[in-house]
């Protein structure tokens, strides 16, 4: 079986989806593997690493899609590309399928064969091939970093001669993996720590990683049997504004996260809400891909509004691409392990297989 990935647009999309690490287990398993020349030159793996663990390095990736029986990739190929892929072909990747979806029926109807990892159950044996956990993970932490490096004071309280800087104070909104990550990365580095969700599960949570957890009067169970939020009632919705928007007075820094799968990302701080914030705050706003949890946020810019700094980013994971990769790849190699008859030398489609029947795209 011959599995092959292409470079990516590499403005948009630094990471990649073989690393020389997970080309070696590719070919451990018994596979074949192709890439484009340069494949990974620009995170410091260079072909002739690939090379020499047996890798087919080509200038031609029409050609490297032609002879590859699974292509794995980050995000869907652009139409020149996806053009040359063929029934009976495996697409592995992140296709946003909501979003996509003109494009990808075509790919169905043309009887390819599409998994889209978003889409994976959330269960514990398909924990290793989780990518929207080890991206979020990653990226719960860069925004804190991120956001701590464009505030302008210290973040630890720190007692000198001269007197006391206070810590600063974060509120993460939201928190799943990336919340929690950021949560614990803030932490770390000295900040007071607050957190909301309306999943109550969250609470004991964000307590353990030493997070003070706000919430919403009335809560209701807002969590769905797959483990995420549903969408919240007027009701809960004017409780939580009334309760956030007093404690973003005293607020530093926010890392917003709050999503909700397949929907537009709630609006939860609003302009009245920034306009009563300290001049000098600073609001990372992670769901700005979804259409932002606040309401200036615009993607990939800066906002500047009575003072605050609101930054959208859409792909925070171009600033760690190294490490993001790594996760990847590795999920994506657990996810075609699992797929691949080893006896047969070929992927099987066992649609019994709760991970297999919920990726692939019918
Ligand atoms: N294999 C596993 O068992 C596994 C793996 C990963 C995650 N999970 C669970 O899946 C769940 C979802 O995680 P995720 O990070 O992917 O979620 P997500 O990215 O969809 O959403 C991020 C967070 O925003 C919260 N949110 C949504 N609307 C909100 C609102 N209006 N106000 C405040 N918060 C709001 C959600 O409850 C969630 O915690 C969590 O329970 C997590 O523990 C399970």
């Known amino acids: 079986m011959r599995i092959a990935s292409i470079l990516e647009n590499r403005n948009l999309e630094k990471r990649i989806a073989i690393t020389p690490e997970i080309a070696k287990k590719y070919i451990a398993l018994g596979c074949e593997l192709s890439l484009s020349e340069n494949y990974g030159e620009h995170l410091g793996f260079k072909d002739k690493e690939y090379r020499e663990l047996g890798v087919k390095i080509s200038k031609d990736d029409k050609e490297i899609i032609n002879s590859a029986d699974v292509i794995v990739q980050l995000g869907l190929l652009p139409n020149d590309k996806i053009s040359s892929i063929k029934a009976n072909q495996t697409l592995i990747g992140v296709?946003?399928?909501?979003?996509?979806?003109?494009?990808?029926?075509?790919?169905?109807?043309?009887?390819?064969?599409?998994?889209?990892?978003?889409?994976?159950?959330?269960?514990?044996?398909?924990?290793?091939?989780?990518?929207?956990?080890?991206?979020?993970?990653?990226?719960?932490?860069?925004?804190?970093?991120?956001?701590?490096?464009?505030?302008?004071?210290?973040?630890?309280?720190?007692?000198?001669?001269?007197?006391?800087?206070?810590?600063?104070?974060v509120l993460v909104v939201g928190a799943g993996v990336a919340g929690l990550q950021a949560i614990a990365t803030a932490k770390r580095m000295g900040a007071i720590v607050f957190a909301t969700d309306v999943r109550m599960a969250s609470k004991e949570q964000v307590e353990s990683l030493g997070g003070k957890f706000l919430t919403v009067e009335g809560?209701?169970?807002?969590?769905?049997?797959?483990?995420?939020?549903?969408?919240?009632?007027?009701?809960?919705?004017?409780?939580q504004e009334e309760l956030l928007g007093e404690t973003?007075?005293?607020?530093?820094?926010?890392?917003?996260?709050?999503?909700?799968?397949?929907?537009?990302?709630?609006?939860?701080?609003?302009?009245?809400?920034?306009?009563?914030?300290?001049?000098?705050?600073?609001?990372?706003?992670?769901?700005?891909?979804?259409?932002?949890?606040?309401?200036?946020?615009?993607?990939?810019?800066?906002?500047?509004?009575?003072?605050?700094?609101i930054m959208g980013e859409t792909n925070i994971?171009?600033?760690?691409?190294?490490?993001?990769?790594?996760?990847?790849?590795?999920?994506?190699?657990?996810?075609?392990?699992?797929?691949?008859?080893?006896?047969?030398?070929?992927?099987?489609?066992?649609?019994?297989?709760?991970?297999?029947?919920?990726?692939?795209?019918?």
């Open 95 to 169: 296709f946003n399928p909501y979003d996509n979806k003109s494009k990808i029926d075509d790919l169905v109807k043309d009887k390819i064969n599409i998994f889209s990892l978003e889409l994976l159950p959330r269960i514990t044996r398909a924990q290793s091939m989780d990518i929207l956990s080890s991206q979020a993970n990653l990226a719960g932490y860069k925004a804190v970093i991120e956001s701590f490096a464009s505030f302008e004071k210290a973040i630890p309280m720190m007692m000198t001669a001269a007197g006391t800087v206070p810590a600063a104070k």
């Open 219 to 239: 809560s209701e169970n807002l969590e769905t049997e797959g483990g995420y939020a549903k969408e919240a009632s007027d009701d809960f919705k004017k409780k």
């Open 248 to 309: 973003l007075k005293k607020i530093d820094i926010v890392i917003c996260t709050a999503l909700i799968p397949g929907k537009k990302a709630p609006l939860i701080i609003k302009e009245n809400m920034i306009s009563n914030m300290q001049t000098g705050s600073v609001i990372y706003d992670l769901a700005a891909v979804q259409g932002g949890n606040t309401a200036f946020t615009e993607v990939d810019k800066i906002v500047k509004k009575d003072g605050v700094k």
């Open 317 to 362: 994971l171009n600033r760690l691409p190294i490490s993001a990769s790594s996760l990847y790849a590795k999920n994506v190699f657990n996810f075609v392990a699992n797929l691949y008859d080893k006896e047969n030398k070929k992927i099987n489609i066992n649609l019994e297989d709760e991970i297999i029947e919920k990726t692939l795209i019918k």
